[in-house]
């Protein structure tokens, strides 16, 4: 039914930045209301969450991220942002998009993009 696929992933070093995207297609979905989330996977820990945004916009990030992340949407693009600066070696994982995407009641994820942060 939908379709999330991320891009902008990548290897940079200590202090950079990223962008991360995810795009969501498909047949019939109501991309403005969906709430739509980033989360992340390091090797050998569970997945966490990295941020979220409501249909609303409102905002919520963990606390390892706070200042130095930022999401966004662009609804006419059906595309969700993550903006990582300062990044750190404990941000590599990779990372996930979420949507809970109105109509549906079944949350969506990404395939995943690999985020890795030198030292």
């Known amino acids: 039914q939908v379709q999330l696929v991320e891009s902008g992933g990548g290897l940079v070093q200590a202090g950079g930045s990223l962008r991360l995207s995810c795009a969501a297609s498909?047949?019939?979905?109501?991309?403005?209301?969906?709430?739509m989330g980033w989360y992340r996977q390091a090797l050998g820990k569970q997945r966490e969450l990295v941020a979220s945004?409501?249909?609303?916009?409102?905002?919520n990030y963990a606390d390892s991220v706070k200042g130095r992340f930022t999401i966004s949407r662009d609804n006419a693009k059906n595309t969700v942002y993550l903006q990582m600066n300062i990044l750190k070696p404990e941000d590599t994982a990779v990372y996930y998009c979420?949507?809970?995407?109105?109509?549906?009641?079944?949350?969506?994820w990404g395939q995943g993009t690999q985020v890795t942060v030198s030292s």
């Open positions: 979420n949507g809970h995407i109105s109509p549906y009641t079944t949350d969506y």
């Open positions: 498909g047949s019939i979905f109501i991309f403005s209301d969906s709430a």
């Open positions: 945004l409501t249909s609303g916009g409102r905002t």
